[in-house]
């Protein structure tokens, strides 16, 4: 059974950075379309980015263009979300999650999530 550990969250002022790690264990990692998703307080859930099997192919949300950057190392069964000039509205809690497809909303599997707190 694959389970999904995400690390890395905090609080952090706007401006700053964090760098997501979700760490997949369970069976082999290889064939395995990933992505981050992120749900704020009262809001729904929402797809942050996602990237292909060998990582070739990445998607992000308008939102978060050219500011988060997605990737995987396979033989370490990992996958991160690099976020680089956080807003206060990128507070949430992000979750790590195997696609049912690339570009899926939905997943098949889900981590626990972290938390993600942008200050102003």
């Known amino acids: 059974q694959v389970q999904l550990v995400e690390s890395g969250g905090g609080l952090v002022q706007a401006g700053g950075s964090l760098r997501l790690t979700c760490l997949v264990s369970?069976?082999?990692?290889?064939?395995?379309?990933m992505g981050w998703f992120r749900q704020a307080p009262g809001k729904g859930r929402d797809s942050v980015a996602g990237?292909?099997?060998?990582?070739?192919?990445?998607y992000y949300a308008d939102s978060v263009k050219g500011r988060f950057t997605i990737s995987r190392d396979n033989a370490a069964n990992t996958v991160y979300l690099q976020m680089n000039t956080l807003k206060p509205e990128d507070t949430a809690l992000y979750y790590c999650?195997?696609?049912?497809?690339?570009?899926?909303?939905?997943?098949?599997?889900w981590g626990q999530g972290t938390q993600v707190t942008v200050s102003s």
């Open positions: 999650a195997v696609l049912d497809y690339y570009g899926s909303k939905t997943a098949s599997i």
């Open positions: 990237i292909t099997v060998t990582g070739d192919n990445v």
């Open positions: 369970g069976q082999t990692f290889g064939p395995r379309h």
